[in-house]
Each structure stands twice: as C-alpha cells, then as structure tokens.
C-alpha cells in the first residue's frame, strides 16, 4: 500500500549505504526506506530537488551525512526511532530534520547554515537533541501538531548555538519545547501558515 517516491526505495529489508553521494536527483525523494533497519554513515546529498531521505517506520542509525542545496526536508521520519550523529546542511529549502508520526529521534552534533527550519518535531513525536550549531536559520526549532489524529511534538535540546534567526522557536498549544531545561511557554498564532 506504499507508493515508491523515491530515486531508490527499500522496503522491509536491512539497509547499510555508506561512503556514497547522491546528487542532481529530482525524484520526491532521492532516498526512501520503509519498515526497514538501517545504517547510513559517510553520504553526501547535493543538489536535491525535493526530500533528501525519507524514512517511514524505520529503526536505524545515521553518522557523517552532508546536505547541500535540498529543495525540501534534508530529512524527513515518520513512525520511526532513530539516533543521528554528526550531520551537516547547507541551503535547505524547507526542515533540516523533520520529524513525524510518533518517532522518537536523538540526535547530536548538528550543524546548519541556511535552512527556513532547523529541528521540527510533530504529531506525537519526541526529539532530543544537544551539541546543536544553526546560523541563519529562520526558525531554528518547532515543535506542534499537523494530522489532528496525533498530539503535539516534544522537543528537548541542549548545548546549542545559533546565530541570525528570525524568531528562536514556534510552538503551539499541544506541544513542548526545552531550551536548556527551560520550558518554553510561549504560543505562535497561526504556526501551520508560518510552517507551511
């Protein structure tokens, strides 16, 4: 009941790729997975026209990955648990890291220049995140609800630097944010149009 988006697609299989690039793709996705495990480590994706990868129902782990020019999400989970570790983008259209569908996803060692969102956590989803580095991303992190069968997304992150943003975080009523262990209270009007 899946339709296959992607440039290449994996489904229910065990998937390693590593020491690859994948580039000037203009498929919806360069790269789909679906209800497989997985390990990617050393892949570069440049000049992407929609998503990098999208994973959906996945469990895996994610090292030394660089995103360049992705005309949409650089990432994109749905329904999956994940750790990422080490990942770098530059000119991302649209989410950094995009996560959905109830996932729970660590990630540390993050670096970001350019991007119109960093870290978006969403519909029942939990993300923990440290040792995080965005410059001149407009809203570096969100956490809210799209599909109202699902609740709000949870988003913890620590040891962060970001520089020339246009407003820290978006966050609506049915979600949470942590900065530092400081719960961010504060409620965005109209999240899903400034999103979307």
Same mark, same amino acid.
């Given at each position: 009941?899946? &339709? ?7 489904? @229910?299989?065990?998937? @390693?790729?590593?020491?690859? #690039? /994948?580039?000037?793709?203009? *498929? ?23 998503d990098a990868?999208?994973?959906? /129902?996945?469990?895996?782990?994610? *090292?030394?990955? %660089? ?13 999956? &648990? ?9 000119d991302i ?12 996803? #660590? ?7 350019? *991007? ?5 956590? #969403? ?7 440290? &040792? ?7 809203y570096p ?5 799209? %599909? ?10 620590? #040891? /962060?630097?970001?520089? &020339?943003? %246009?407003?820290?975080?978006? @966050? ?12 961010? !209270?504060?409620?965005?009007? !109209? ?6």
């Amino acid at each position: 009941n899946y &339709n296959l988006l992607g440039s290449l697609n994996f489904y @229910k299989t065990s998937v @390693k790729i590593s020491n690859s #690039k /994948f580039f000037n793709i203009h *498929s919806e996705d360069a790269v789909n997975i679906i209800d497989s495990n997985f390990n990617l480590e050393n892949v570069i994706f440049d000049d992407i026209k929609y998503d990098a990868i999208d994973f959906d /129902f996945t469990i895996g782990k994610l *090292s030394n990955l %660089k995103f360049k020019n992705i005309g949409n999400d650089a990432i994109d989970f749905s329904g999956s &648990n994940v750790e990422v570790n080490n990942i770098f983008g530059s000119d991302i259209n649209d989410k950094f890291i995009s996560v959905g569908e109830k996932s729970e996803i #660590k990630v540390n060692k993050s670096f970001l220049v350019k *991007s119109n969102i960093g870290i978006a956590s #969403k519909d029942g989803s939990k993300v923990l995140a440290k &040792n995080i580095d965005f410059k001149d991303v407009i809203y570096p992190f969100a956490s809210y609800r799209k %599909k109202k069968e699902y609740g709000g997304g949870k988003l913890d992150i620590s #040891k /962060f630097k970001i520089k &020339n943003y %246009k407003s820290k975080f978006l @966050k609506d009523q049915y979600s949470e944010i942590k900065l530092d262990q400081k719960k961010q !209270n504060y409620i965005t009007k !109209n999240i899903l149009n400034l999103i979307y």
